[in-house]
C-alpha cells in the first residue's frame, strides 16, 4: 500500500484522573504491590459510573465486566511552584475483557500540563486574587524561587529557566477554564440555587463593548454563571441563561432573582425561567434618586434657592419610606406622602418609576428569602473590573470567556483571610461543598475528567 494512501491509526483518549491521594507520597503507595491491588479496586469502581474515558474508552464489544490488571508504568517530569522538577511513575491498567489499556493519572497530574496543581492554584491566586498580570505573577513567581538575594533583576534572569512564562501561564487559564463555575459547584455536590443576584459588568475588548453577565448566591457569595457578550440585549441575554439552565436539569430550580432596572435582563430571566420572581435592587434605585438629586440641587443653586441638608434628608428619607413599606397599602400611603418636588423633574423621574414598578420594589414581601440589594455582585464585580485592567485586553471571544471562568472558579475556591468574618473558609464551602482535605485545583481537575475536558 502506498504510504501516502495509508492513514493513520486512531488514537483512543484513555487517560482517566483517579483521586490518589493529595500528596506524592499518599500516591506512592498505590505503586507498591499492596497499593496496587487497591488501586485495580478503585479503577473497577471508577469504570462501574463509566467515570472520565473509562466510559467510551473501551474496545466495541466489551461486555464491561469489571476487570482489570496491572500494565505497567511509565516515568513522567512534574514541575513544582518554586521550579524544581521530580519524577513520578504513572501506572496503566489493561480491562481484562477488550485489553484496552487506559492511563491512570493522580489528581495532581494535569494531561499535557508540566506543572503540580498546588503550583498551578498557586498561580491562579496570584493571577486571579493577587489581581497580578500574565506578566507579573510570572515575576511574582521568580522573586519566591530567587534565595540568593541578588537583586531583583538578577533575580529574574537566574530564574528564567525555571519560573513560568507568560504565554504558558495563559495557557493553563485556557486548560483552567473550559470548565464554569456551575459544572464545578455541581460536582461538589452544591444544592443549585434557588434565590440569586444577577447583573452585568461592561468591559472593553480591543476599544470594542463587552459585556459579562453574573449569577451569584447571595448567602454564600458562590458565582454561578458567568458570560461573555456583546451586546446585552433580551436576545443574548435569554441565550446565555438558556445555554447555564442546558448544563443540567438541577439548574432550572431558581425562583427568585434580585437584578437592577435593566428590563432586557428582566425579560430574559422571565422567558428562562418559567414564572420567576424579580425583585429590583433597592440599592440601585438609591442610586439614581442620588444622581437624579444631584442633578435638582444644582438647578436650585442657579436659580439662587439652594437645597438646606435638612430638605435634602427629607427627600431622600420619603423615598426610602416607600422602598421600605412592608405592605402594598403602607407602599401606596407612602407614595403619596412624597414631598412635592418629586412632581417636578428630574424627581419626578424616581416617583414615576416608584409607581410603576411597585411589583418589583415589593417581591420580598412575599419571598422573603429574596435579597434587597445586589451588594454581593457589585463588590464581586469591582474586583473583577480591577482584574481586566490588570489584564490589559482579551485576545478572542473564547480566550475571555474561558479566563473569566478561571476567575470565578478561583474566586469561588478562594478562602477568606484571617480577620474575615468568615475566615478560612471559601464560598464554596459555605455552600455546602466538602473539600475533605484535597486541595481545590486537584477537585477542578477530577471535574475536567468527568466532564471529558482535556
Excluded at 435638582?296 to 438646606?308: A, C, H, I, L, N
Aim: with cysteine; glycine share 4%.
Amino acid at each position: 500500500m502506498d504510504i501516502a494512501q495509508a492513514t493513520e491509526r486512531e488514537r483512543n483518549n484513555r487517560t482517566v484522573t483517579l483521586h490518589l491521594g493529595n500528596t506524592l507520597e499518599e500516591y506512592e503507595w498505590y505503586l507498591t504491590d499492596e497499593g496496587r491491588e487497591e488501586l485495580i479496586r478503585r479503577v473497577e469502581v471508577a469504570d462501574s459510573i463509566d467515570w472520565g474515558h473509562l466510559g467510551d474508552g473501551h474496545s466495541p464489544g466489551c461486555l464491561r465486566l469489571l476487570h482489570f490488571t496491572y500494565h505497567g508504568s511509565y516515568s513522567r517530569q512534574l514541575q513544582l511552584y518554586r521550579g524544581a522538577w521530580i519524577d513520578i511513575s504513572i501506572p496503566r491498567v489493561r480491562c481484562l475483557g477488550c485489553e484496552a489499556v487506559f492511563t491512570i493519572q493522580p489528581s495532581f497530574v494535569v494531561r499535557y500540563k508540566r506543572q503540580h496543581t498546588d503550583a498551578m492554584e498557586k498561580l491562579m491566586t496570584l493571577l486571579f486574587i493577587a489581581e497580578d498580570s500574565y506578566r507579573f505573577a510570572a515575576v511574582s513567581q521568580a522573586f519566591a524561587i530567587d534565595e540568593e538575594h541578588k537583586g531583583t533583576w538578577n533575580a529574574l534572569e537566574a530564574t528564567k529557566p525555571l519560573a513560568i512564562e507568560p504565554r504558558a501561564l495563559w495557557r493553563l487559564v485556557q486548560w483552567f477554564g473550559q470548565l464554569s463555575p456551575a459544572q464545578l459547584n455541581l460536582a461538589l455536590g452544591v444544592d443549585p440555587p434557588q434565590r440569586i443576584i444577577a447583573d452585568e459588568k461592561h468591559a472593553a475588548e480591543n476599544g470594542d463593548k463587552a459585556y459579562i453577565p453574573v449569577i451569584l448566591t447571595p448567602k454564600d457569595a458562590l458565582i454561578w454563571w458567568i458570560d461573555y457578550l456583546h451586546s446585552v440585549s433580551e436576545e443574548e441575554l435569554t441565550a446565555s441563561l438558556e445555554r447555564f439552565r442546558g448544563l443540567n436539569e438541577r439548574l432550572e430550580s431558581i425562583v427568585a432573582a434580585t437584578m437592577d432596572g435593566w428590563e432586557a435582563t428582566q425579560k430574559a430571566f422571565c422567558t428562562v425561567f418559567e414564572g420567576i420572581t424579580i425583585q429590583e435592587c433597592h440599592l440601585h434605585a438609591l442610586m439614581n434618586l442620588s444622581t437624579n438629586l444631584a442633578t435638582y440641587k444644582r438647578r436650585r443653586k442657579d436659580t439662587g434657592q439652594p437645597v438646606s441638608e435638612t430638605e435634602e434628608q427629607e427627600i431622600r428619607d420619603a423615598f426610602v419610606k416607600v422602598l421600605k413599606a412592608p405592605s402594598p397599602e403602607e407602599y401606596e400611603q407612602a407614595l403619596q406622602e412624597l414631598p412635592q418636588v418629586f412632581d417636578s423633574p428630574p424627581l419626578a423621574q424616581r416617583k414615576h418609576s416608584l409607581e410603576t414598578k411597585q411589583a418589583l420594589f415589593q417581591a420580598w414581601i412575599s419571598d422573603e428569602k429574596v435579597a434587597l440589594v445586589t451588594t454581593f455582585l457589585d463588590q464581586c464585580l469591582k474586583f473583577l473590573a480591577r482584574k481586566l485592567d490588570n489584564m490589559q485586553t482579551f485576545r478572542h471571544p473564547e480566550s475571555a470567556l474561558r479566563t473569566l471562568n478561571a476567575w470565578a472558579i478561583t474566586r469561588n475556591c478562594w478562602r477568606f483571610l484571617k480577620g474575615a468574618l468568615r475566615e478560612g473558609l471559601c464560598p464554596l464551602e459555605l455552600a455546602g461543598a466538602a473539600f475533605d482535605g484535597t486541595p481545590w485545583m486537584q477537585w477542578v481537575n477530577l471535574a475536567m475528567c468527568a466532564y471529558g475536558f482535556t
